[in-house]
């Protein structure tokens, strides 16, 4: 089968002062129809960055290299008008903090139908019964007096939801989550999670989830790619990943994870702070932070290398290899 | 309210400090030399009283909306001021909408092009608007379009030989148009842009470097992007969603210039020969018309609260998270 997506050793600069400044470095992935896909990694890791580019939204004067290839056209080529009828049609995106994503000064009502009325030509009539059944799906309370509201009026989660509602008003294929539950607390953030399972499932929605959190994947995601700064860490099915990571950054990542089960286990945090792009560290980005570092990971950039069914990974080490052998 | 008490002290203590006796200044060389003539002239006018019963009597005077007779036109001020204010508010108003229009639509290219040359060529212009002083540019302007390439007419609202448009709102352009006379209305057009372009320059720079930081801050919002997401088209995202969350400080600037169309007409007015407010109170302080200087400061001053009003009145509608308190 192929994939919706397939995302080709994509590379991404930003203009700064000093010159372009790479963020994304040779990332590449697949993301299946009515699949969760999960994209984590630290802050700075350039998940965002990534997503961005799909949608065509990088700031002025970024460049991108390598192709993602959806229905057969690459996103990175196409012209800005076509690019234009792509965003909220096939790929739409909610972002991190909803309470800055939704205009503070225009209605629901207008935020949620002004893209269908454009993209879709509906009319006001057709858009408003539209919009109170998108609003509906989401489980919004009183989707009719919703619409007439601002979005200061109402809560973190149904800002998120309102958000969803209205990545979902064109019936993309694939809708990009960046970090949907952040924001939120504990309580609201498994409610949108929820959510975001059920459609995916019922539209057959592929959904891209880009989050920090593994904790969020491991309930959520299909399969999962680890992202440290700009380049692909470990990949593969959650399952995989998750229960037996081989990549230390990933193991290391599961360590720092609290678990509800166990109280009593002792978090090990990853030491150092995460390479930044201005100072990204030479050989395996990774290096100065791990525990199982040799001198050659300071020297050679580790290539992805495919390890048991269909995982991929890029560490030389292995320091993980027993592990997955027990 | 209690603004236009507050205005109306000052402007009589004001007025009453300047040195300089009104009845000497309006009667002429020969009358003024005559005793009898001084006295008559200042029981006419009250000014034999002292300044807080003086005070009091305009303020009882006032509140049958008498503002007392001028000195110089032996008119009722109100009557005078009625006559003025039409075509003050015309060129007013014309040079706002002037203003606004090209302030907002250069700050918003201006903001959108930012530090292309686009940018640079507009924020050039609209410093250039700000930093020119309104005498020397009316001047100027006279000299060429009128002058030199005769594009426009030159002073006062119509052409001797052009009969006014009936009267309804004394706005000659509106009155014409209501009237059906096309050639008036062209013609008041044509004495109209010129005055109403110098009186505009100031606020066009004010307002384009407003807007385009105002458009420039707003840019950096999340919000934006998620327009951008939805795919809509750049005008939309521009128009909509940004000018939209832009327009609080321009709004505020909008009524704070109002300040500056009032002193600018004083000049402007002068130069152009134009028949409104700004001749009216300069003629008044030059001649020491008190009743006439004093009624001119009310009347700005009544202008001003109420676009203040207006501007607050606006931020609400623009913005709902502003309550109307």
């Known amino acids: 089968m192929t994939p919706l997506l397939s995302v080709r050793d994509l590379h991404v600069w930003l203009d700064t002062a000093r010159g372009p400044l790479s963020i994304v470095d040779g990332v590449s992935f697949d993301v299946g129809e009515g699949q969760v896909f999960g994209l984590a990694g630290e802050s700075g890791s350039g998940k965002t960055i990534t997503a961005l580019a799909l949608l065509g939204l990088l700031p002025a004067g970024a460049r991108t290299g390598g192709v993602a290839i959806m229905a057969g056209r690459d996103l990175l080529a196409m012209r800005t008008s076509e690019r234009r009828r792509t965003r909220g049609r096939e790929i739409a995106m909610v972002f991190q903090d909803p309470t800055s994503s939704l205009h503070p000064m225009l209605t629901i009502e207008r935020q949620l139908t002004e893209h269908l009325r454009y993209q879709l030509g509906l009319s006001g009539k057709e858009a408003h019964l539209r919009a109170v059944a998108l609003l509906t799906e989401v489980r919004m309370p009183d989707p009719e007096a919703a619409m007439r509201g601002y979005p200061h009026q109402f809560s973190g989660g149904m800002r998120q939801r309102i958000q969803i509602a209205i990545g979902l008003a064109c019936e993309p294929r694939l809708l990009i989550a960046d970090e949907p539950t952040t924001a939120l607390d504990v309580t609201v953030q498994a409610g949108i999670l929820r959510l975001l399972r059920r459609l995916c499932k019922e539209k057959n929605l592929a959904v891209i989830l880009i989050t920090h959190d593994l904790g969020v994947l491991s309930a959520l995601a299909d399969s999962i790619t680890v992202m440290y700064a700009g380049r692909v860490a470990e990949s593969g099915p959650t399952s995989q990943v998750m229960g037996h990571a081989r990549h230390p950054y990933t193991r290391g990542l599961i360590d720092a994870l609290p678990h509800p089960e166990a109280p009593d286990r002792v978090l090990i945090p990853i030491a150092g702070d995460p390479a930044s792009p201005e100072s990204r560290p030479s050989g395996c980005a990774f290096h100065p932070r791990c525990r199982y570092s040799r001198p050659s990971c300071q020297i050679a950039i580790p290539p992805l290398i495919p390890i048991d069914d269909g995982r991929e990974m890029a560490c030389p080490v292995d320091p993980f290899m027993a592990s997955v052998a027990r | ?325």
């Open chain 2, 1 to 325: 309210m209690f603004l236009c008490l507050g205005v109306s002290v000052m402007a009589f203590v004001l007025t009453t400090v300047v040195p300089g006796d009104p009845a000497v200044a309006n009667l002429g060389d020969r009358a003024s030399s005559d005793p009898t003539a001084v006295r008559l002239y200042r029981e006419h006018f009250g000014l034999d009283k002292p300044l807080p019963v003086q005070y009091f009597v305009y303020l009882g005077n006032l509140l049958h909306g008498d503002l007392g007779e001028s000195e110089q036109s032996r008119r009722a001020v109100r009557i005078d001021l009625a006559e003025y204010i039409p075509a003050t508010a015309e060129l007013a108003i014309t040079s706002m909408v002037l203003a606004l229009l090209l302030g907002v639509t250069l700050g918003v290219i201006a903001a959108l092009r930012r530090n292309r040359l686009t940018d640079q060529v507009i924020r050039v212009v609209s410093l250039g608007g700000m930093s020119t002083p309104q005498f020397w540019l009316a001047l100027v302007a006279l000299y060429v379009f009128f002058y030199k390439l005769n594009w426009v007419p030159g002073a006062g609202r119509l052409d001797a030989i052009v009969l006014p448009p009936p009267h309804v709102t004394g706005l000659f352009s509106i009155d014409a148009l209501a009237a059906g006379q096309l050639d008036v209305f062209l013609n008041t057009v044509q004495h109209l842009i010129l005055p109403a372009c110098v009186l505009a320059a100031f606020n066009m720079g004010l307002f384009t470097r407003f807007t385009r930081s105002a458009v420039l801050e707003v840019l950096e919002n999340d919000y934006v992007r998620t327009a951008r997401a939805k795919g809509l088209p750049e005008v939309t995202v521009v128009f909509r969603h940004v000018l939209r969350a832009a327009s609080p400080p321009i709004v505020t600037v909008v009524g704070l210039a109002f300040g500056n169309v009032m002193t600018g007409t004083v000049l402007v007015e002068n130069i152009f020969s134009w028949p409104g407010i700004g001749q009216y109170s300069y003629r008044s302080a030059t001649g020491l018309d008190l009743t006439a200087i004093v009624g001119v400061m009310l009347f700005v001053a009544i202008v001003y609260i109420l676009v203040n009003m207006v501007v607050d009145i606006l931020y609400a509608v623009i913005d709902p998270r502003v309550g109307l308190a």
